[in-house]
């Protein structure tokens, strides 16, 4: 009696047998043979028990369930939202207004959104099961990074791509004070103080994996350092922004060294303690002048020269410059712009080094980062001094901008904001941190037509990116070593590297002479000295 070829519920065909036991092709050409049909075998093939999925039944079916599911959905929202869709109280005639015609608007309304939030996230996770099976060895899915599938975003990896976007991103920036208003130059200078908390926490938690939800108190350091030296001593604005720098750096080193031995959520909630205790210090103590906080902090100068009382005429009668435009701002704006170059220069840098790469295995794994002969004290610590260094220059600059600082600029939530602008854009991608960063700062600002509905477009936008692209708007990359077999050594293994996130294959690199998997020759009896 010969055996069916295909599969049967309870019975495995060659092709599940071929599968179970790890035959040459593996899943995938189980999965051929079992779709293939007959060809070269003996027995007439089984009547499969069920109509496939790609069956017209099963799609008519599965329609059907989803049509079904958003009816549901938008009935019982319909119902709850009776209340206070349809009744209106009319205090002018004391009475009721039933607004029964928009019941059907909010159900179609529902409906319509049901059925694309259930298509977006059975395609949300089509595509995950895609990916798993490319890097369990199938074919890359289409858009997916590495050689055989390339995304849109790893056209930006090509020099004359990032060469032609840089100069137009630098153009841009440049040129953005003498065209637009004062509004959108203090919008832009906020959002450039963000985008350097962002990629100062980057380091920390993007990059090293240590959770700090303690952040706005470093941000603080930098901007008391500054008021306290000025209206104390006097000094400027150029020499108060590396003493923020500093003692910020002190701080991020006193704090890492009482959490050596923490992690995850451990990590968080003293980092929180720590915020809050320093939010409650700058309350309480007399030489902070208290909630209070500091006046008259002065802008930053250049040269001694009056900004807006020598140039601004000139530049103004010329029609380069807005009228209101105040140059100060202007001088702030550049400054954070020049910080903010340096600080991608330097986290680039730090990335690519030894140090970044001690950081990312002391993110995946710190048993096995110590097991690699890797000091975890001296990792940690260097990741919160450098981290905190960067919240301390933005610091110094946001106190000049405000002219004003009090201990409510740094409380909690502005933790979580760069937080979220990390996760949001990217762990680990600068990039990503730094669109990110644009996203949560200018998108409310720009929604202010919308009033009444602002935060909750932007908690609804939050919502999506989370839940359709949880890995970020750009996911960090980093560089990864594969190995492929070396044509001509049976079983050797020769290095490639790649600079995709582990899919694709670099070309093998060729095997050295004589190092051939044939078995040696006997040697034969030695020669008479």
């Avoid at 709850?80 to 179609?108: C, E, H, M, Q, T």
């Avoid at 059925?115 to 890359?140: I, M, Q």
């Avoid at 055989?148 to 841009?172: E, M, N, V």
């Avoid at 906020?190 to 920390?204: D, F, K």
Wanted: with cysteine; proline share 8%.
């Amino acid at each position: 009696m010969t055996q069916a070829p295909f599969s049967v519920k309870g019975q495995a065909g060659p092709a599940s047998a071929a599968a179970a036991s790890g035959a040459p092709g593996g899943p995938a050409a189980a999965v051929h043979a079992e779709t293939a049909g007959p060809s070269g075998l003996s027995g007439p093939p089984a009547a499969p028990a069920a109509a496939s999925p790609g069956s017209k039944a099963a799609l008519l079916r599965r329609l059907a369930g989803e049509l079904r599911a958003a009816v549901i959905s938008a009935a019982w929202l319909t119902f709850l939202a009776l209340p206070l869709v349809v009744f209106r109280i009319n205090s002018a005639f004391g009475k009721i207004d039933y607004l029964w015609g928009r019941l059907p608007k909010l159900a179609a309304v529902t409906f319509l959104a049901t059925l694309a939030w259930r298509f977006l996230l059975r395609r949300t996770a089509f595509s995950r099961v895609k990916e798993a099976v490319s890097e369990a060895g199938g074919p890359p899915p289409e858009g997916a990074r590495g050689p055989a599938g390339r995304s849109w975003l790893s056209l930006l990896d090509r020099a004359p791509a990032k060469k032609a976007l840089f100069l137009a991103l630098a153009a841009f920036l440049l040129s953005v004070p003498f065209w637009t208003s004062p509004y959108v130059v203090l919008i832009l200078i906020t959002a450039l103080i963000y985008i350097t908390l962002g990629l100062g926490l980057n380091i920390v938690v993007g990059v090293a994996g240590l959770l700090n939800l303690g952040y706005a108190a470093f941000f603080g350091v930098g901007a008391y350092t500054f008021g306290l030296l000025h209206s104390g001593l006097g000094l400027g604005f150029w020499a108060c922004l590396p003493l923020g720098a500093l003692s910020a750096t002190v701080l991020g080193l006193l704090l890492g060294i009482p959490v050596l031995r923490l992690s995850g959520d451990y990590l968080a909630i003293v980092t929180l303690g720590f915020a809050e205790i320093f939010r409650l210090v700058l309350v309480n103590v007399d030489f902070t002048n208290g909630p209070r906080g500091i006046r008259n902090i002065p802008p930053p100068s250049l040269f001694g020269i009056d900004l807006n009382g020598a140039v601004k005429p000139f530049l103004a009668g010329k029609g380069l410059l807005h009228p209101d435009m105040d140059l100060n701002k202007v001088l702030i704006y550049f400054i954070i712009l020049a910080i903010v170059a340096l600080t991608v220069l330097c986290v680039y840098r730090l990335e690519n080094s030894r140090l970044g790469r001690a950081w990312l295995a002391l993110r995946e794994d710190e048993v096995a980062c110590q097991a690699m002969g890797i000091n975890r004290t001296r990792a940690k610590l260097t990741a919160f001094a450098l981290g905190s260094t960067w919240a301390g220059l933005a610091g110094v600059v946001f106190a000049s901008q405000i002219t004003f600082i009090s201990p409510a600029s740094f409380d909690f939530m502005l933790s979580v904001m760069v937080l979220s602008i990390v996760v949001l854009g990217g762990m680990g991608s600068i990039p990503g941190v730094m669109i990110g960063a644009a996203v949560l700062i200018l998108l409310p600002e720009y929604l202010r037509e919308f009033q009444d509905y602002r935060m909750l477009i932007f908690g609804l936008i939050m919502v999506l990116m989370m839940v359709f692209r949880p890995q970020g708007i750009i996911p960090g990359t980093r560089r990864v070593y594969l190995y492929s077999p070396s044509p001509g050594a049976g079983g050797g293994a020769a290095p490639s590297a790649g600079d995709g996130e582990g899919q694709g294959e670099g070309p093998a690199a060729p095997s050295p002479a004589g190092a051939s998997s044939a078995p040696a020759a006997p040697a034969g009896p030695a020669a008479p000295s």
